[in-house]
């Protein structure tokens, strides 16, 4: 089992930033791919960010593009999200989520790929 942390999460006003970090634990981080998911009030879970197994490849969804970034550490099993220019509409819990593969250059984007998923980290973008 993995076990995922995230942090980082915060307020801040629109066109600031803000990064999160996901601390992973339990299993050999570099044998998961990851991804950024996020939730916000009355809406459902929703994709952000992904990145392979050997963080060759990532993807993103459309209204974040140019504005995040995703990258891991496998060294330290910690995968990050660089938010810049954020949006009032970017407000949402995030969630980072794993999935075993042994593709060491393919990254996901749907929701019931990811088996592990952490508790969330609040952000908050106001106008």
């Known amino acids: 089992q993995v076990q995922l942390v995230e942090s980082g999460g915060g307020s801040v006003q629109a066109g600031g930033s803000l990064r999160l970090s996901c601390a992973a634990s339990?299993?050999?981080?570099?044998?998961?791919?990851m991804g950024w998911f996020r939730q916000a009030p009355g809406k459902e879970r929703e994709f952000v960010a992904a990145?392979?197994?050997?963080?060759?490849?990532?993807y993103y969804e459309d209204s974040v593009k140019g504005r995040f970034t995703i990258s891991r550490d496998n060294a330290k099993n910690t995968l990050l999200l660089q938010m810049n220019s954020l949006k009032p509409e970017d407000t949402a819990v995030y969630y980072c989520?794993?999935?075993?593969?042994?593709?060491?250059?393919?990254?996901?984007?749907?929701?019931?790929?990811?088996?592990?998923w952490g508790q969330g980290t609040q952000v908050t973008v106001s106008s």
């Open positions: 989520a794993t999935k075993f593969t042994v593709a060491s250059s393919t990254y996901y984007y749907r929701l019931d790929e990811y088996r592990y």
């Open positions: 990145i392979s197994r050997i963080g060759d490849r990532t």
């Open positions: 339990g299993r050999t981080f570099s044998n998961y791919a």
